[in-house]
């Protein structure tokens, strides 16, 4: 991958809307979109009345950002355009909250009788939410091919069951990439242009960024909320992976390349290139958009975020190598929910073609910093001219030829959270190996069984 791309310096990466006056916009993305209600975990009662009045099908719309920015409004302005173009359907949009508080609350109204008829839920729910039967898979209310073979395939496969069935679509999707402080880069004598591709090099990069560049922390890896995200990836990059996704019941916490990847990040804090104890996934693109890290590790949906209030030249590459080069992929799909209409279905499908189309996705992306999940996206302008005017945009693109599908078994939280727990003993300074070992056993019983 090439790394000689530079963020506009001391300007913010462009948006649809700062393009908006120099190409066609159908997409009206209004400064205030609809009210938005923001919920905790359990917070959430439908806003509008599901069902069919007047020939008119009424549906609810919940969704996350999981990532910084003002994106609620981007979100209402879609569904403002969309309604406009429905006469048959309304659409009322709900934010949400955070992935998880999302899947509480669309839980939580499914229970009440009155689920939303359309979700963004993290890809990796999927076989816990099938099999807790609070989707319908898509595949089983439409049969399009075509459709479903228009986005890539590292995205389909955390998108369709093991039987082949698709049961949700790409929506905002992503992988983990590094960024890079260019100035710091250069004022430690480093080529600010090239950055790190192995493991090794990101180390030595990161202690010539503190000692000659004056770097507050040469790398920073978030280890919190997302850390076993950030684990996965350098499990991939050891040859290996986290869990099975061909079946979903298996998971590999206490294998070697595990605990090799683990222990290398846990190296880090002894070689003093970065922060002991946690580092906190929430705070860290603020972090390094302040200028004090040299190199971070984070998802691209945080691109659009980062250049807004870095103000300094920065890159954005694929994840440096250890045994071989990857990264998981990530996100949010649109799943259609159990126990609602033939015409909410119908109503809901309708809404997700149009969000998961080429004419939103290449919008979103450029809005969002996630990956359009899709070429034709890619072709289209705002995104097309985006990528040219700012390369960072098409890394995490370019980065699925070496992605594999994100850690997603079954009953996946309860999982994920026994490796959450143990990378953040570790960072506390517990022994890897150890913790591994009990994370294993952990996570063997829960997943028994599925078995």
Not at 111 to 128: F, I, R
Not at 391 to 401: H, T
């Amino acid at each position: 991958m090439p790394s000689n791309i530079t963020a506009p310096h001391h300007a913010p990466a462009p948006t649809a809307r700062s393009t908006a006056r120099r190409r066609p916009h159908t997409w009206r993305l209004r400064a205030q979109g609809a009210a938005v209600v923001a919920v905790g975990a359990l917070g959430v009662s439908a806003c509008g009345g599901d069902g069919v009045q007047d020939g008119v099908t009424e549906i609810d719309f919940y969704y996350p950002i999981a990532v910084g920015g003002p994106l609620e409004s981007v979100i209402d302005g879609y569904i403002e355009d969309f309604n406009a173009a429905h006469d048959d359907i309304e659409v009322t949009p709900v934010y949400s909250g955070d992935y998880e508080q999302t899947l509480a609350s669309v839980q939580s109204a499914a229970q009440a009788g009155n689920a939303p008829a359309l979700t963004v839920l993290g890809a990796n729910e999927l076989l816990t939410i099938h099999e807790a039967g609070v989707i319908t898979p898509i595949g089983e209310i439409v049969d399009d091919p075509e459709w479903f073979d228009s986005f890539y395939e590292p995205f389909m496969g955390d998108s369709t069951l093991p039987d082949g069935t698709v049961a949700s679509i790409p929506f905002q999707r992503s992988t983990v990439v590094q960024y890079w402080n260019k100035d710091l880069f250069e004022e430690a004598g480093l080529d600010p242009e090239v950055a790190p591709e192995t493991w090794d090099e990101m180390v030595e990069f990161g202690e010539q960024a503190q000692e000659q560049g004056g770097a507050d922390w040469g790398v920073q890896i978030p280890s919190t909320t997302w850390g076993v995200w950030m684990l996965e990836g350098m499990t991939i990059q050891n040859g290996s992976m986290l869990w099975d996704p061909e079946i979903g019941t298996d998971v590999s916490f206490e294998d070697e390349a595990t605990v090799t990847a683990l222990q290398n990040w846990a190296d880090l804090q002894e070689q003093g290139i970065e922060p002991q104890g946690t580092v906190d996934w929430g705070t860290l693109p603020t972090e390094f958009a302040d200028g004090g890290t040299a190199i971070a590790w984070t998802t691209t949906g945080q691109l659009s975020n980062i250049a807004q209030n870095a103000d300094f030249d920065f890159g954005v590459a694929p994840l440096p190598a250890q045994e071989q080069a990857g990264s998981p992929t990530g996100g949010g799909n649109l799943y259609v929910m159990e126990g609602i209409s033939e015409e909410e279905q119908e109503a809901a499908v309708e809404l997700a073609r149009y969000l998961s189309s080429p004419e939103i996705q290449t919008d979103w992306g450029v809005e969002s910093g996630y990956v359009a999940p899709m070429d034709e996206a890619w072709e289209m302008e705002p995104l097309a001219g985006h990528v040219e005017e700012f390369p960072q945009a098409g890394v995490a693109r370019d980065q699925l030829d070496v992605a594999e599908p994100e850690f997603g078994t079954y009953r996946r939280q309860e999982v994920f959270d026994v490796m959450a727990n143990a990378i953040e003993d570790v960072m506390g300074g517990a022994d890897v190996q150890e913790s591994l070992d009990q994370a294993q056993e952990q996570a063997d019983q829960i997943l028994e069984e599925y078995r």
